[in-house]
C-alpha cells in the first residue's frame, strides 16, 4: 500500500467501502471512523496504525488489496462510477449519508 499514489489509495478505500455487502455494523460505517480513516491515507504510517487495531478493519485492509471475486466486480464498478466524478468532493457528501442513503447512493 506504501508505495501506491495517494490517488490510488483514495479510490481503493472508497471502492471497497461501498462495495461491502453488509457493511451496516463495520466499524468503519460510522461516520466520524469513515472520514478519520480516509483523511489518514495521505500518511501511510498513521492508515497502518489505525487499520491494525481492529480484526475487521484489517481484513478490509485485505480486501482492498485482493477480496473475493464478487466483491472484486462491485469495487470495479464503484471504480468506473467513482472516476467520473471528483472523488473528494463525492466523500465528503457520501459521509454525511446516513446508512439507508449509502445503500442507494
Known amino acids: ?57 484489517i481484513e478490509f485492509v485485505a480486501d482492498m488489496i485482493k477480496a473475493h471475486p464478487y466483491v472484486e466486480e462491485r469495487k470495479d464498478a464503484i471504480r468506473k462510477a467513482i472516476d467520473r466524478m471528483r472523488i473528494d468532493e463525492f466523500i465528503k457528501h457520501y459521509t454525511e449519508f446516513n446508512e439507508h442513503n449509502k445503500k442507494t447512493a
Do not use: C, G, Q, W
Request: charged letters at 35%; zero cysteines; a positive charge.
Open 1 to 57: 500500500m506504501e508505495k501506491l499514489p495517494f490517488s490510488e489509495r483514495k479510490h481503493l478505500f472508497l471502492s471497497t467501502f461501498i462495495a461491502l455487502v453488509d457493511r451496516e455494523k463495520f466499524y468503519l460505517s460510522r461516520k466520524d471512523k469513515l472520514l478519520e480513516t480516509y483523511k489518514s491515507l495521505h500518511n501511510i504510517d498513521t492508515f497502518a496504525k489505525l487499520m491494525s487495531k481492529r480484526y475487521e478493519t
